[in-house]
């Protein structure tokens, strides 16, 4: 079984900073793309970034120069640092990733942090 787990959502201020987590655990034997999807309230969940396990990187056009994923391969662990906060980034952000249990890859969502930027 795999868990993927985020933290560090919250209220903050636009133009304020955070900085989010998603760590996967279980019976792992590698992780290919992860990705951080959102959803705002009466929207469709929609991708806010991508990284490759080599460290490749893609962002949705109104996040670009703003947000800035990363990950730590060594501990399963993927990062949004999001600067330059706006309300219209208000939503659940979701964690998804690709990981290979024994010999099969599936994807795996994460419960989602509420991250609330007010005006």
């Known amino acids: 079984q795999v868990q993927l787990v985020e933290s560090g959502g919250g209220l903050v201020q636009a133009g304020g900073s955070l900085r989010l987590s998603c760590v996967a655990s279980g019976t792992i034997n590698s992780i290919n793309d992860m990705a951080w999807y959102r959803q705002a309230p009466g929207k469709q969940r929609e991708l806010v970034a991508t990284?490759?396990?080599?460290?490749?990187?893609n962002y949705r056009d109104s996040v670009k120069g703003r947000f800035t994923i990363s990950r730590d391969n060594a501990k399963n662990t993927m990062y949004l640092q999001m600067n330059s906060l706006k309300p219209e980034d208000t939503a659940v952000y979701y964690c998804?990733?690709?990981?290979?249990?024994?010999?099969?890859?599936?994807?795996?969502w994460g419960q989602g942090t509420q991250v609330t930027v007010s005006s």
């Open positions: 990284i490759t396990d080599g460290g490749d990187t």
């Open positions: 998804h990733a690709d990981v290979v249990v024994l010999v099969r890859a599936d994807g795996f």
